[in-house]
C-alpha cells in the first residue's frame, strides 16, 4: 500500500524524485515544492524519479530559462535503461531574445526513434510556470500543454510499429548545453556571459502504475480522495471532439515539423503509423 500512497502524492519532489548529476547545479526549493536545475559552461544538470513506471499520467509545471536561451536544452522524458531502450519525449529548445522556444518530441521503441515532432508554443513560456503532460497507456501516447493534447502516437504495433509497453520507465529531466544543434540548426551559440541559466519545475504529478523489479510487477493506485473514474481516466485515454479539435489547431498552427512529412528525409517511404495519424 505504501507504494501506492507514494506514486499518487501530489509532487513532492523530496518523496518522488533525486537529483543525479551537475554538482550542485539542481536545487530542490521550498521543502520538495519546487525544483531548479541551471547550466553554466562546465556543466547541466539534472534528475530523475526514484521509481520506474509502467504506463501512467505525468505532469509537471515549467518555466523556462528568460531572455537569451540559444543553445540550451531543457527536458522532461520517461526512458527507460540499457540497450534498445524506449523513451517518450519532451524537449525545449532555447532561442535568442524575443524567439520562440520550439517544443521538440519524440518516441523511441526498442532503440529506434525518428518520430519527432515539433511545436511553437502560443504563450510565452519564460515568464509563467505551465503544465507538460505525457500520457502512457498500452494503446497510445499523448503529450499536452495546459491539458491541451499537442500529438498524439497510437499503438500501431498490428502495422509493424514498435510501441513502448516493456520495460517500465523512469522519469528524467535536464538542462544542457546543445550548441552545436539546439538552436536555429546550431547557428546560434549559447552566449555564456548570460550563465547560469536557469529553469524551474513545480507540481510534479504522477497518477501512475509503479513498477517493482523484485517481483515484476506493477500496481496501479487509486487515491482515496479521486474517485476511480478520475484517477484512471489516463488509462483508456481518448480524445472526445472538443480535444480533437484542439489537437487539430495546434497541429496546424504551431506545428512546425511533422516526421511524417518530412519526404527528402524519409525519401525510402514514410513510417507506417503516418498513413493512420487520427485525429
Ligand atoms: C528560434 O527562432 C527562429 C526564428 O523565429 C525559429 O525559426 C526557430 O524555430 C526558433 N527555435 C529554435 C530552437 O531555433
Redesign the pocket.
Known amino acids: 500500500m505504501g507504494s501506492l500512497v507514494a506514486a499518487l502524492a501530489a509532487g513532492n519532489f523530496n518523496d518522488l524524485t533525486e537529483i543525479t548529476w551537475g554538482d550542485g547545479r539542481g536545487k530542490i526549493l521550498e521543502k520538495g515544492k519546487g525544483l531548479s536545475l541551471s547550466l553554466d559552461n562546465y556543466s547541466g544538470s539534472g534528475f530523475q524519479s526514484k521509481r520506474e513506471y509502467l504506463f501512467g499520467r505525468f505532469d509537471m509545471q515549467l518555466k523556462l530559462i528568460p531572455g537569451n536561451s540559444a543553445g540550451t536544452v531543457t527536458t522532461f522524458f520517461l526512458s527507460s535503461q540499457g540497450a534498445g531502450h524506449d523513451e517518450i519525449d519532451f524537449e525545449f529548445?532555447?532561442?535568442?531574445t524575443g524567439?520562440?522556444?520550439?517544443v521538440h518530441t519524440n518516441v523511441y521503441s526498442q532503440g529506434k526513434g525518428n518520430k519527432e515532432q515539433q511545436f511553437?508554443l502560443w504563450f510565452d513560456p519564460t515568464t509563467a510556470f505551465h503544465t507538460y503532460t505525457i500520457i502512457w497507456n498500452s494503446n497510445r501516447i499523448v503529450f499536452l500543454v495546459d491539458n491541451i493534447p499537442i500529438r498524439v502516437f497510437n499503438n500501431h504495433e498490428a502495422l509493424g510499429v514498435a510501441f513502448p509497453k516493456n520495460p517500465a520507465m523512469r522519469v528524467y529531466a535536464s538542462l544542457w548545453n546543445a550548441d552545436d544543434w539546439?538552436?536555429?540548426?546550431g547557428r546560434?551559440k549559447a552566449d555564456w556571459s548570460m550563465a547560469p541559466f536557469t529553469a524551474s519545475y513545480r507540481k510534479f504529478n504522477t497518477n501512475a502504475c509503479v513498477w517493482s523489479a523484485a517481483s515484476s510487477t506493477s500496481s496501479c493506485g487509486v487515491s482515496k480522495t479521486d474517485s476511480v473514474n478520475n484517477a484512471q481516466t489516463w488509462q483508456t485515454q481518448e480524445l472526445n471532439a472538443n480535444e480533437r479539435n484542439r489537437l487539430r489547431w495546434v497541429q496546424q498552427k504551431y506545428m512546425?515539423y511533422n516526421y511524417c512529412t518530412d519526404a527528402k528525409r524519409f525519401s525510402q517511404g514514410f513510417s507506417p503509423e503516418c498513413k493512420h495519424s487520427r485525429f
Do not use: K, M, R, W
Open positions: 529548445l532555447g532561442n535568442v524567439e520562440p522556444y520550439t511553437h539546439a538552436t536555429q540548426g546560434v512546425i
